[in-house]
Structure formats: C-alpha cells, structure tokens
C-alpha cells in the first residue's frame, strides 16, 4: 500500500465500462500506471479529478506493473491551458509518458514538470522557452551529460563567433562544418544558461533538443507534435515543439 503523493495525470483511456487506465507521474514514485475502479460511472466523485494538469493527492495499491487507485484529490482547479499553450503542455506529458521509465523516482524532474506547466498556463509570450528549459532538464534527470562549454577536442573554452559540431557521445568539436548538427559558440552558452534572448538561440536549442531526444523516443512520432501541426496548419513562426 503506498501512501499519499502528489501527481498528474500524464494520460488516460477507458478500460472498462466504468474505469480508467492512468499514467501518472508521481513526485516519489514517477511514473505509475494505475486502474481508476469506477471513475467513469456518473457516481464517480473522481471523474472530474482525473484529468490532465490537474494537481492530484493519490493513493494507490498493489504490487504489480499495473496498480489500483485507492484515493485521489484534486488539490486545486485545473491549471488554465488553452490554445498553442495546451498543445505544448500536451506534448511535455507525452514526452514524459515516452522517455521515463515506470516507477523510476525522478523528484527533481517532477518539479521542473510543474515549474513548465505552471509557466505555460501564465499564458504569457511564446512557450518555446518553457519547453527548451524543460528538454534540457529532463536530459539532465536521465543522466545526458554535456559540456556546452568547453570543446571536447581541445578542452578550451568555446568562443561565441566560432561554430562546434556535435558528435553523439563526445561533445561539440570545432569544426568548419555547417549543418544540421552544427552550433555557435553563442548558442551553446544559451543551452548552458538556459536562457534564450532571441529567435536563433531557440532554434539552435530546439535542433540540439530533437537530436538528443531521438535515441530516447526512437522512431515513433509523438502525437502531440501531429495535433499541433494541425491547430497551426499555416503559420510560418516556428511550431513551439
């Protein structure tokens, strides 16, 4: 029997005629795959609680991959999601649900997740910060290491004016090289700081998140990705994923 934890709901679907599947990640636990018993029924009082970013106090029980849901409570309303802000904290909790392993303790992520969530529903600017900041956190949590600083060929520090390829495994090397995998010194101190102050450190940090995330996600396409591009089919602003 686990005691109470604080949790979101990552994802749910029906399971029965009156119960729910719930990915939960969970501050102590992580990630927790759980059946909500009768939570579909209209007697439920849990089914306006079990919701996506909605904080949760939860309980559950059992001793297999899958667990029981014994008690929940929604701890306040809602966060208020809503447009390219809700499409983007959809796509933080499949990247969640993709990557992090079952009932793996990740803390420390739990708190940069609500930090993102809560930053999204502010609703103010673009979320594309918010997002970058939390990738780079979350490759911190699953042990990424690297050193946007300094070049792993020389170890010097790296110059802004000069460009660094990544190689998987090694680090950013000068190179002379210009492509997809190639990167300012300036931008490498924007993904080091996590601080963006304009349009090309969020490009170069997105190109350097996809790449690093790949080998996690593998070749699946996320979903949320698919549903932005359909919420903004003609914009020519960068898509926030």
Not at 153 to 182: C, H, P
């Amino acid at each position: 029997m686990e005691g109470w934890q604080r949790a979101f709901v990552l994802h749910s679907r029906p399971w029965s005629e009156t119960s729910l599947m719930l990915d939960l990640f969970s501050e102590e636990s992580g990630r927790v795959k759980a059946i909500a018993k009768g939570a579909r029924s209209r007697r439920s009082n849990l089914k306006g609680a079990l919701q996506p970013f909605t904080p949760l106090l939860v309980r559950w029980g059992g001793r297999g991959d899958v667990k029981t849901l014994r008690n929940a409570e929604a701890v306040s309303l809602a966060l208020p999601l809503s447009g390219i802000h809700l499409y983007s904290a959809l796509y933080v909790n499949e990247l969640v649900s993709r990557v992090l392993e079952q009932e793996t303790r990740f803390s420390g992520l739990f708190f940069d997740y609500l930090n993102c969530i809560q930053t999204l529903a502010a609703g103010s600017g673009s979320p594309e910060p918010a997002l970058r900041r939390f990738e780079l956190a979350l490759l911190g949590h699953l042990g990424y290491g690297v050193d946007f600083m300094h070049c792993a060929g020389s170890g010097e520090e790296v110059s802004d004016t000069m460009t660094y390829r990544y190689r998987e495994e090694k680090g950013f090397i000068a190179s002379l090289v210009i492509d997809n995998s190639s990167f300012t010194g300036r931008d490498l101190r924007a993904l080091a700081t996590r601080e963006f102050p304009d349009l090309d450190s969020l490009r170069a940090a997105k190109r350097f998140t996809r790449i690093a995330l790949k080998p996690y996600l593998g070749g699946r396409p996320l979903k949320s990705r698919e549903l932005f591009r359909q919420f903004v089919p003609k914009k020519r602003t960068p898509a926030a994923q």
